[in-house]
Nanobody, 124 residues
Framework: QVQLEESGGGLVQAGGSLRLSCEGS?????????LGWFRQAPGKEREFVAG????????DYRDSVKGRFTISRDNAKNTVYLQMTSLKPEDTAIYYC????????????????WGQGTQVTVSS
């Protein structure tokens, strides 16, 4: 069973930074899954933000966050991170993490249940 818990959200001014964390338990890290961050803004569909392979050697980002967000993982700590810089009001959303068999499938196959997420609010 895959279990993931997000943390690190908050209120920040435009141009500011935040680092999100997602700690996994169960089979999340022992099964060598890729991990990804997703977000859902009010009234919108959940969307892919960033993904990283088990080894960390392959990453993928949605175009709107490239150059501003960095995904990383520490398998020894069972944790994946999302470093967000130059935040914009349009980044405001609840951020979630989930696992997938690979980075190539991160946008379509989600192994674990969706958690509560962590709220990120960017003020203008």
């Amino acid at each position: 069973q895959v279990q993931l818990e997000e943390s690190g959200g908050g209120l920040v001014q435009a141009g500011g930074s935040l680092r999100l964390s997602c700690e996994g338990s169960g089979r999340t890290f022992s099964s060598r899954y890729a991990l990804g961050w997703f977000r859902q803004a009010p009234g919108k569909e959940r969307e892919f933000v960033a993904g990283i392979s088990w080894s960390g050697g392959s990453t993928d980002y949605r175009d709107s966050v490239k150059g501003r967000f960095t995904i990383s993982r520490d398998n020894a700590k069972n944790t994946v991170y999302l470093q967000m810089t130059s935040l914009k009001p349009e980044d405001t959303a609840i951020y979630y993490c989930n696992a997938a068999p690979s980075v190539a499938t991160i946008t379509t196959i989600h192994v674990g249940p969706w958690g509560q997420g962590t709220q990120v609010t960017v003020s203008s």
